[in-house]
């Protein structure tokens, strides 16, 4: 699925994805998940689910969704960007239950290796997501040498100074308690904006077998792929930029039995652009979106979906 598209585009440093997912909550033999509607475009994605509590009775469990785990150790001095760096909902995730707002709690916590470091993060006025940095660089600019130095002690910054990296892991999720009614449907929807990974992509790599594993990059794409590099602005560098947006189907593991009927919706964001991801039998519904479906269907792979496109802006990238 493939197609050309010659715009300016300007060289960046390589970003890493961060993989998320739909909601989780504990197993229960009566809740099934009758329907689940996911739609993955660049800059957002959105599920529709609908449950069915087969009880006799209503049930209340607590309904979560997990955010992407921060790492600063591996990603403080990364090209990743957060979508909204300024706060702790990062992706900003929304919620509806039968059309109505949620405020899910947000729960926020702050590791380093399996030592929890959120009490001492947080008497030291430390954001707990490490890639929040203009809230860090704020907050360390105001302690003083000796609070430094027992951040350095403790394995949190690499140096005793304002201009520091952050090494400990952020963990957060949102959750609340949900009320299944019985013997009906509820919909639950979901919404947020994905950590998407990008990289300049050559043909040389795109045609090496793990590369094509991961997307499922057939003969027809990897051909895409050169004609995208032939009339990119990078071509005299044998080189395009690609983008990957992943998302975990197999949470959806956690409800009782099958999914009674799922639907995959991707968006490419440009005509001209290229997609691949790894499912069978999917068809193209419109000039930048395909469509896979599938019944009574168990979650068996996550997804990683390749977006290859000349344009930044169609990627999401500024």
């Known amino acids: 699925m493939a197609a050309s598209l010659a715009a300016p585009a300007e060289a960046n440093d390589s970003a890493a994805a961060l993989d998320a997912g739909g909601l989780v909550l504990v197993r229960d033999p009566d809740i099934t998940l009758a329907s689940e509607d996911l739609r993955i475009g660049v800059d957002r994605i959105a599920v ?45 995730f929304t919620v509806t239950v039968d059309g109505a707002p949620v405020t899910p709690h947000l729960e926020e ?10 009490g001492l993060l947080t008497r030291h006025g430390l954001p707990l997501n490490p890639l ?31 201009s520091a990296d952050a090494l400990w892991r952020g963990e957060a999720k949102f959750h609340w308690e949900q009320t299944f009614p019985a013997g009906r449907a509820l919909r639950v929807s979901h919404a947020y904006a994905p950590v998407k990974g990008n ?47 992943p998302y975990i189907v197999t949470t959806a593991r956690n409800w009782a039995g099958r999914i009674g009927r799922f639907t995959l919706t991707v968006d490419k964001g440009s005509p001209g652009a290229l997609v691949s991801f790894c499912r069978k039998g999917v068809r193209k519904a419109g000039a930048t979106t395909f469509v896979w479906e599938a019944k009574d269907y168990v979650p068996d792979a996550d997804l990683r979906i390749l977006i290859v496109s000349n344009d930044d802006a169609s990627l999401g990238i500024r």
Not at 62 to 77: K, V
Not at 109 to 118: D, H, I, Q, S
Not at 153 to 162: D, Q, R
């Open 132 to 162: 929040r940095r203009g809230d860090l660089d704020v907050a360390l600019k105001r302690l003083a040498p000796p609070a430094l130095q027992e951040l350095v002690k403790a394995g949190l910054l690499t140096e005793p100074s304002a």
């Open 199 to 245: 990289h300049l992509l050559a043909a040389e790599e795109a045609a090496t077998p793990a590369y094509r594993a991961r997307y499922c990059l057939d003969d027809a794409g990897l051909a895409g792929v050169r004609r995208l590099i032939a009339a990119s602005p990078m071509k005299g560098q044998g080189l395009t930029r690609a983008v990957e947006v």
């Open 109 to 118: 916590r702050a590791y380093l290796g399996t030592r929890e470091v959120t």
């Open 48 to 92: 529709d689910y609908v449950f069915r509590n087969d009880a006799a009775a209503p049930k209340t469990l607590r309904i979560a969704f997990p955010l992407p785990p921060i790492d600063g150790a591996e990603l403080s001095t990364s090209a990743l960007g957060l979508p909204f760096e300024d706060r702790a909902n990062f992706v900003g």
